[in-house]
Structure formats: C-alpha cells, structure tokens
C-alpha cells in the first residue's frame, strides 16, 4: 500500500514538473534580411534598365538631331 501511494505521488509530481515548460520563442530574423536583400537587386536592376533606355533615348536623339 505505501509503496502504490510513493510511487502514485512520484509519478504525479514528474507530471507536473513536465507540465511547466515554457517554450522558447521562435526567432524569425533571417527572413527580413533575405527579403531586404531581393529589394536591392531588384531597384539595382531597374535602375540599370532604366540607365540603358535613357541612354537609347539620348542617342536616338542625337541620331534625328544630325539628320
């Protein structure tokens, strides 16, 4: 009978102490840096596209100008 109550109130304290963890919380950094990332190569290649159709427009000019 002692030994059912010992192990019955060991077994109960090893699931409450269980029950009490905490969860870390999760870091979600790295994806706002990779985003960030996408953003820049993209504004880098519309700037680029946008400096090569400029400089088309500007020599088309210049072409209809000497003419």
Do not use: F, G, N, Q
Request: hydrophobic share 60%; aromatic share 0%.
């Amino acid at each position: 009978m002692k030994k059912s109550i010992l192990l019955a109130s060991l077994l109960a304290a090893v699931a409450l102490t269980a029950c009490s963890k905490k969860e870390e919380p999760k870091v979600e950094a790295p994806a706002p840096v990779a985003a960030a990332s996408a953003v820049v190569e993209a504004a880098s290649a519309a700037a680029s596209a946008v400096d090569t159709a400029a400089s088309a427009v500007v020599d088309a000019a210049a072409s209809a100008a000497s003419k």
